[in-house]
């Protein structure tokens, strides 16, 4: 499909599309429209800034009008779950530019905001609902809403959803769905969690995939600095200054880091904004338009929150922290290098900690990224070292848990571990250990004793009787 025109949607859809400058359909709206018209359930693998919104949306308003019904009261017939506040209300403006022409009935249930408006909203039902998936089970739980009456299910940023912990809420929601609906399933990438949810969900879907899967986008030029930990604000702000910056986003990990690296980047005279989960949904708005508008130009977010962010321009992608999980790169560096722009990727990376973190993104992206090292020289002495004690109990993503649960296997003592005696004590003693929940009749006290002189073993080894064994390491 060369055009939107070929699609043969609509006139009310052709026309917005028209007045929107819409031509030439991205590639996941070349594949993802045709299957949709035809009633096909789709998954969808597209990095974000692929046009993912126009491939599900255009393809329901044309199949809403093709049967233009009233909603029943408190119900909607089409329902978008997406993580963040913004992302939502992203989706909701898109869904109401295609439709301007069709007098669309659409609302936003997010949190961060009073619920009561959102349910007079939803009152006489609606077409559309975009909504967040904690808000959404909060309206069903108090009889603001009902999903019986839901023809078109989409799922768009599903992994990120997964990262967020709305898996179970999600399961939730699609309990309560029509088992006769459409449903589209999005994501950046197609970890294995997600692609059985994907299969519990969907009916023989059509899959559709613009880019493989965890890959990185080919105009962001990557960068890899290797700094001391204590060194990193400054460092930031020095990068800043240096480089060429029309639009700087910064991710940390955490609520607190991000407020932390705002105060750092002022202290340095260069204004910044941070916006994330603590910040309320009237002062995100008021920093993103100023981000938007250019009059804030670096902005700090969390993952959680700059899943939303969808602005153009933005020439850099700093990760401040590098990420734990290596699908979370991928989602970052994808902020910059959109509609056709080039972009720059930096990751700072200090301690044997993130050094796992990259090799773990070098993995899954299946290249290594060139680096380079600003750390002092003392510190990149101590780094293999330390790297390789941290792999050693990393042994990869976060450390797995050693085989039956046994914390004490992966660091036993320099002597070695102790053996505990033969004798009654012991027996009582792993019986302890192995059933704590279970006592003989008439010996709780007795149980309750042995486990207060198993917490102070340490402090006072030679206090307790011979038939009581230490515990072992």
Known sequence: ??????FALADPIARALSEENYVTPT?????????ALAGRDVVGIAQTGTGKTAAFALPILHRLLQNRIKPQPKTARVLVLSPTRELSGQILDSFNAYGRHLRLTSTLTIGGVPMGRQVRALMPGVEVLVATPGRLLDLVQSNGLKLNQVEFLVLDEADRMLDMGFINDIRKIVAKLPVKRQTFFFSATMPKDIAELAEAMLRDPARVAVT????????VTQRIIQVDHSNKPAFLAQLLKQETVDRALIFTRTKHGADKVVKGLERAGIRAAAIHGNKSQNHRERVLAAFRSGEVRTLVATDIAARGIDVDGISHVVN???PNVPETYVHRIGRTARAGADGIAISLVAGGEEMGYLRDIERLIRMALPREDRRTPGSREAAPAAAQQQQHHRGGRPAPRPHGGRSHDSAPPAKGP??????????AAQQTNREPNRSPQGGGKTEGLQGVAFLHRESRPNHRPNNRNQRPN
């Open 418 to 427: 102790r053996r505990p005696r033969r004798g009654g004590g012991n027996k």
């Open 212 to 219: 493989p899967v965890a890959t990185t986008a080919d105009r």
């Open 1 to 6: 499909m060369n055009s939107f025109q070929d």
């Open 320 to 322: 401040f922290d590098l």
């Open 27 to 35: 590639p996941i709206q070349a594949q993802t429209i045709p299957l």
